[in-house]
């Protein structure tokens, strides 16, 4: 018998339709110029001094007294360590609490398998579809909840045993302050419960009033489980390397249980990847890096202002490279995806791919090119100088 959860996953809202739809364009409009302000990949190359460390590691296997075969388990120690110094410096998280991954969309899923299978499990809505989908993969009951009016998820009275919070937020752009997450935080110690914590747009943050760490934050050592990835400071979205921490305070029993479930269910993330990932924290990675992540703030600034003073309402794009933006003269997203396709050959994100809560809302994506970016602008300026709020 096949896993049921699955046929329950939302086949018309999902990535998978919109690749279809764009297809079935390019196929009936040979000579198209689309634009994508969709699709959350980036548009810088990899960092030099990055793909220079991954040459050398492909080399490393090619010699019997270099080669890296099984045993990282849960990610080779000196990136652990470079993660801890670089990442966590000052907050005493230590090289033994992180566990390296292919990916924070794995990631964030694979670790429900830490927790009870009839564990309650609470994802706003809207969100990144895959806490509610990886969940169901797994065979999970999911338990939704609208947003409140700043499209963030409010601090319920029920209990929920693990809570999913991304911030800076894929899909809205916006983030959670210090003070709202230390709510979250009170609540899930005073319940027993687990907070799954998506930090993967850490670096885009400029609100002073947003925590660069969870655990900057009093009391989250005891509930709190950050992820982040290399995916968009670092380009590493084909190349997968991600990290999660499991602070001490878990105790040693959940680190021996996740090291067992790990041994036994991963092998480990790729070497080469590994390696790329430990170059990130050289100075002169850290310095183009910090030059890209500065071209997709600007792009969003330069979006936000496009859309705005052509009567969109926006929200985000501050703290996150996404933001999200209300349909024109009414229309529900996939209408909105459609018009957008056709009349300007842009790509944009229909809102109800991240939950019933998106249907009159458009995620935008700052990842793009400058180039791509001002080119949008033009055409939507064309387009869009009276759309209905």
């Not at 279809?20 to 110029?33: F, G, V």
């Not at 991954?54 to 990610?75: E, H, I, P």
């Not at 050592?221 to 997968?240: D, H, L, N, P």
């Not at 033009?378 to 100088?385: A, D, N």
Request: hydrophobic content about 35%.
């Amino acid at each position: 018998m096949i896993n049921r959860k699955l046929l329950e996953i939302d086949k018309e809202n999902s990535f998978n339709r919109s690749s279809k739809l764009i297809k079935e364009y390019r196929a009936s409009h040979p000579d198209s110029d689309i634009i994508s302000l969709g699709i959350g990949d980036v548009s810088f190359p990899v960092p030099g001094p990055v793909a220079e460390a991954m040459k050398k590691a492909c080399g490393d296997l090619s010699f019997m007294d270099t080669f890296q075969g099984y045993g990282a388990y849960w990610g080779i120690e000196s990136l652990r360590k470079a993660i801890s110094v670089n990442d966590y410096r000052g907050l005493g998280i230590s090289a033994e609490e992180i566990y390296v991954g292919d990916g924070t969309k794995s990631d964030c899923t694979s670790i429900l398998e830490l927790f009870d299978p009839d564990a309650r499990i609470l994802v706003s809505d809207p969100c990144y579809p895959v806490y509610r989908n990886g969940a169901m993969a797994l065979g999970r009951d999911v338990s939704v909840r609208k947003c409140g009016p700043s499209f963030k998820l409010e601090v319920p009275k029920e209990h929920f045993d693990v809570i999913y919070i991304c911030s800076p937020c894929n899909p809205v752009g916006n983030a959670y302050t210090g003070e709202e997450l230390s709510s979250w935080i009170e609540y899930a110690n005073r319940n027993g419960a687990y907070i799954v914590y998506d930090n993967v747009y850490k670096d885009f943050r400029e609100s002073s009033d947003v925590p660069g760490s969870i655990y900057e934050l009093e009391g989250s050592r005891t509930c709190c489980i950050e992820m982040r990835s290399y995916s968009k400071s670092a380009s590493f979205s084909g190349t997968r390397c991600s990290y999660f921490v499991l602070p001490k305070e878990f105790g040693e029993e959940i680190h021996s249980l996740w090291r067992e479930r790990t041994i036994n269910r991963f092998n480990g993330a790729s070497y080469v990847a590994q390696k790329g990932a430990e170059a990130t924290y050289l100075p002169e990675s850290q310095e183009i890096i910090r030059s890209h992540i500065e071209v997709y703030k600007g792009n969003a600034a330069l979006l936000k202002e496009c859309f705005s003073s052509a009567g969109f309402s926006v929200t985000g794009g501050t703290d996150a490279p996404y933001f999200w933006v209300n349909t024109p003269s009414g229309m529900d997203s996939w209408e909105a995806f459609g018009f957008f396709l056709n009349e300007m050959e842009i790509v944009i994100v229909p809102g109800s791919i991240f939950g019933s809560e998106g249907k009159r809302y458009m995620r935008i994506s700052a990842l793009g090119s400058r180039e791509d970016c001002i080119r949008a602008c033009g055409r939507i300026k064309k387009y869009c100088q009276q759309p209905t709020a």
